[in-house]
């Protein structure tokens, strides 16, 4: 079933995130816990030791949450839409000779390319995990190796057996492993 939200950025996914980040109506774990004093000793480590702008901070700091907290690539993604817009008015504001807003529209337009590689980067370890998910569950059951096993099993014995296919008379096993007809 198609549903918009599902490919767009929705003020439920903001509400998702923030609830998420802040902890809001659920019991606190000690990961949570870790995770914001993995936040905090990040964001010193590239201010204090590394000399690091405010906006990289942000960006490293970002990019930890998002992937640490298992949050959607598409909060990324549409942040970067909405700065690309932003880098449109900026522009148009700077040529019709706002003096205020010379450069920031380039400087946003970094931030662009940022939230796009964030965006890009966490949905690779999205598909990554959800590969590892379906292999730890079994996999697709179509596709898996024990139910074309059982396929081809089946098209052999009646190929063997020369008589038209049967649904009702189709081989199976049982829980001692002996194969038996319906």
Known sequence: MFRLSDYIFTPMDLWRLLRRVFMVGKSTHVRDWVGVVIVIALASGLYFGLHFSFEN????VFCFVLVYWDLDSRISIGLALVA?????????MGNSGVSFVS???????????????????KQIVEMGTSRV???KSGGDRVNSRKSINSRVFHVTEHVRSARPMDVRRRPIRSVDGIRKSL
């Open 57 to 60: 901070i942000f960006f490293w």
């Open 84 to 92: 690309l817009v932003a880098v449109a008015i900026l522009n148009a």
């Open 103 to 121: 450069g920031w529209d380039e400087r946003v337009a970094v931030w662009v390319y940022y939230f796009l590689v964030i965006g890009v980067v």
């Open 133 to 135: 998910k379906s292999r």
